[in-house]
């Protein structure tokens, strides 16, 4: 239902990772706000398929809802946090990995290998503009209008030139 049809390797870090990496971080803030419990829908072993979660919130709420639009509550629900991090001081610095993430793994399946800095930091730029955040990881005043949240942007905005 996602339009993700090939599997990506667990350490690319290419534009193909991070929209699928985007679109599941919608899909599990989804759950968040359903507030239903998230092991009945992990891919491992979904026990309810994406599907048919419009079906489900329909029978429950009688909200005529679609798979888009939950999936852009989604979208909401993390932009939402994302302005709350911002509004108390986190900022684009605070998105990393510890230093021992990119030194090479000593054992195990991946022994050698490690997380490229320079691949990441592009993963992360490309994560925020897909996300419609700025260079810094700020929402942006046309992404939070686009998610009916404009009233944030004074907010964000505020907070960005106190910090």
Known sequence: PLGIYEPVPTEDLSGAKVRLFVYLQYIWALHDVL???IFTTVPEFRAIDLNQVVP???AITGWRTSLFELAKTGERAVTMARA???LHGF???DDTLPQRFFEPMRAG???GHAIDRAAFDKALKLYYGMLGWDGNGIPTEAK???LNLGWIWEQVQAAVTEH
């Open 91 to 93: 900022s684009a610095g």
């Open 109 to 111: 399946t991946l022994a």
């Open 35 to 37: 507030n239903w419990c």
């Open 84 to 86: 709350f991090n911002v």
């Open 144 to 146: 939070l209008e686009e």
């Open 56 to 58: 489900i919130v329909r």
